[in-house]
Every structure is written in structure tokens, then in C-alpha cells.
T-cell receptor, first 115, second 113 residues
Framework: DTGVSQDPRHKITKRGQNVTFRCDPI?????LYWYRQTLGQGPEFLTY????????KSRLLSDRFSAERPKGSFSTLEIQRTEQGDSAMYLC?????????????FGPGTRLTVL | AQSVTQPDIHITVSEGASLELRCNYS??????LFWYVQSPGQGLQLLLK??????LVQGIKGFEAEFKRSQSSFNLRKPSVHWSDAAEYFC???????????FGTGTSLTVIP
């Protein structure tokens, strides 16, 4: 499968615990995005990387959230001291910059439930 | 700031009937516009996109959309809906740099036999 993959698909955790999600983009894509989607809403942008550089972060990305893309390939999103309000679907997308069409390809998402 | 409005939260249509999902955007320049579909347990799948040129764009699964600058709209249409089209549909707008997409709140489509 050459699409965007995310792991795990589901995560249930207790409030206050830390969680980490992984995203593997399409191999030749140099841009990687993280979005959060809550029930009944569209995805909301969190952050994006071009290669290993994190170029933009949303105000939604509080200091409990950190994202990395150390080698410009896969990315991780960590949430520290989870809160019930963090319960959402976390979506990853990738794209190839410079192609002129800016199409983003989305993964299946990681559904987080904070008890 | 960019934003997208999808006025219809939920739409129900009969199989074989035509469909139009509305999308209005707010953006100061020529936007990049997209329609995605999301089925339960699935990721977002791109249906079609508009960057420039012909304002009527064709997508996958028999969908089309028309960009109307004067109305700031990018409505999605399909002449004959199939039961498998039942899903959540999202309209999105991006700047030409494509750094991030701004999504609408989505329209849930139910198809009845």
C-alpha cells in the first residue's frame, strides 16, 4: 500500500497520560500535515512540515502538543497530560510541494478517546 | 482569513435522484478549492479540485463542481445518486501555497432506496 498510514488507529487513555501517534506519508512527499477532527466538525489544521522543518503551527497546538519529523519521512504527534477535550480524530496528510496542485492525501486517522 | 461554509448539515436524497451540496468560501484571492468525501472508518478521499481554468470541474465517481467567483461558491453535484454515495462530504479552501486547508463543517448525505 502506497498511501498515508497512521498508527495506532484507535487509542484509549486516561486523563493525564501521554500519548504518541505516528504517521507515515507517501514516500516521495516532502510535506506532512496534522489535522484534528472532532465530532460533527471538519478537520482543523494543527501543523505542517516541509521535510524535517516544522514551518507552521496553529494556535490550536497548545504547549502540551509536540510534533516531530526527524528525518523528513515519518512524523510523530505527542500529547502530554491528556485532557478529555483532546478526544478527537487526528488526521495526517502528505503532499508534494512544487507540483502546483497542492493536493493533500489523507491517512485513515487515529481516534483518541480520553477517559 | 479563509473560511468555508457548508450550509446544509444533513441531506437525504432518494437513490437515482440528483444531488447538489453547497459550499461558500471566503478568501481574498483566487482560492484553491477541493471536495473530499469521508466514509465511516475511512480517510478523506479527494473527489475533485479547482485551481484555475474551466470553472466546471469533473471528479471521480461521477461528481462535478462549478466554481462561481461572483457567488463565492463551489457547489458539488451529481446527476444520479447511488446508495454507496452515503457519506460525509467536506469542502475545503487553500491558499495557492497550499500550506493548510480550511475545511467546512461537512454535509452528511443519506441515500434512501
Amino acid at each position: 500500500d502506497t498511501g498515508v498510514s497512521q498508527d495506532p488507529r484507535h487509542k484509549i487513555t486516561k486523563r493525564g497520560q501521554n500519548v504518541t501517534f505516528r504517521c507515515d506519508p507517501i514516500s516521495e512527499h516532502n510535506r506532512l500535515y496534522w489535522y484534528r477532527q472532532t465530532l460533527g466538525q471538519g478537520p482543523e489544521f494543527l501543523t505542517y512540515f516541509q521535510n524535517e522543518a516544522q514551518l507552521e503551527k496553529s494556535r490550536l497546538l497548545s504547549d502540551r502538543f509536540s510534533a516531530e519529523r526527524p528525518k523528513g519521512s515519518f512524523s510523530t504527534l505527542e500529547i502530554q497530560r491528556t485532557e478529555q477535550g483532546d478526544s478527537a480524530m487526528y488526521l495526517c496528510a502528505s503532499s508534494l510541494a512544487g507540483t502546483g496542485n497542492n493536493e493533500q492525501f489523507f491517512g485513515p486517522g487515529t481516534r483518541l478517546t480520553v477517559l | 482569513a479563509q473560511s468555508v461554509t457548508q450550509p446544509d448539515i444533513h441531506i437525504t436524497v432518494s437513490e437515482g435522484a440528483s444531488l447538489e451540496l453547497r459550499c461558500n468560501y471566503s478568501y481574498g484571492a483566487t482560492p484553491y478549492l477541493f471536495w473530499y468525501v469521508q466514509s465511516p472508518g475511512q480517510g478523506l478521499q479527494l473527489l475533485l479540485k479547482y485551481f484555475s481554468g474551466d470553472t466546471l470541474v469533473q471528479g471521480i465517481k461521477g461528481f462535478e463542481a462549478e466554481f462561481k467567483r461572483s457567488q463565492s461558491s463551489f457547489n458539488l453535484r451529481k446527476p444520479s445518486v447511488h446508495w454507496s454515495d452515503a457519506a460525509e462530504y467536506f469542502c475545503a479552501v487553500a491558499r495557492n501555497t497550499g500550506n493548510q486547508f480550511y475545511f467546512g463543517t461537512g454535509t452528511s448525505l443519506t441515500v434512501i432506496p
